[in-house]
């Protein structure tokens, strides 16, 4: 028993319990399978069958398909694009709320910074103001007791005591701050 499909060559069935032709890698379309027989031994004539075989294209060969996993794809790439776009735009929410948090605590330091600035200039001010009243009128000589000299010489020491501790206040804040920053 021999076999062709299509114009193709004859090809001898391996006969046993089964006979069987592969028909597997055939390509999608009409086919036409011819199978001869010998009429006898040592005879030249055969007897002919043809059978008319269509074989369909697979689901994943059709056009179709193809723009449809273009299309799915397509599609997922959208959504996570989209997805991605909306986490970036949370993510950016979330950082301008912290810039905005981070903004309104700079600014009342800094308003905290400018009031402990004004009062202890004022306080610096007002003893400056009293050691230069004291020492202008020792400067023109309206005080001749010994006594008032020396209680004015002792204001002047009080009041200068007052502005270096007030000076040191300062630099201590101003250290505690410059740590806080770094």
């Known amino acids: 028993i021999e076999y062709k499909l299509d114009n193709g060559d004859w090809e001898r069935m391996q006969l046993g319990k089964e006979p069987q032709i592969s028909l597997v890698k055939i390509a999608p379309g009409w086919h036409q399978l011819t199978i001869r027989k010998r009429t006898g031994f040592g005879s030249n004539d055969f007897v002919y069958t ?14 179709w398909f193809f723009v449809a996993v273009f299309l799915l794809l397509a ?3 959208g959504l996570l694009l989209q997805l991605r776009t909306r986490s970036l735009i949370k993510k950016r929410e979330q950082l301008q709320e912290l810039v905005n948090l981070q903004t309104q605590e ?4 800094v308003e905290a910074k400018d009031m402990m600035i004004g009062i202890i ?3 610096m ?5 009293h050691v230069s009243f004291i020492a202008a009128i020792l400067e023109k000589g309206m005080e001749k007791d010994p006594q008032k000299i020396t209680e004015a010489l002792k204001d002047i020491k009080e009041t200068s005591d007052k502005i270096h501790s007030g000076s040191q206040s300062i630099v201590n804040w101003m250290k505690y701050n410059n740590k806080k920053v770094t």
């Open 50 to 63: 043809r059978l008319s075989i269509e074989r369909e294209k697979k689901i994943q060969e059709q056009w």
């Open 125 to 129: 001010l007002t003893p400056l103001k």
């Open 106 to 109: 700079l600014s009342k330091s």
């Open 121 to 123: 200039t004022h306080d």
């Open 75 to 77: 599609g997922l790439i």
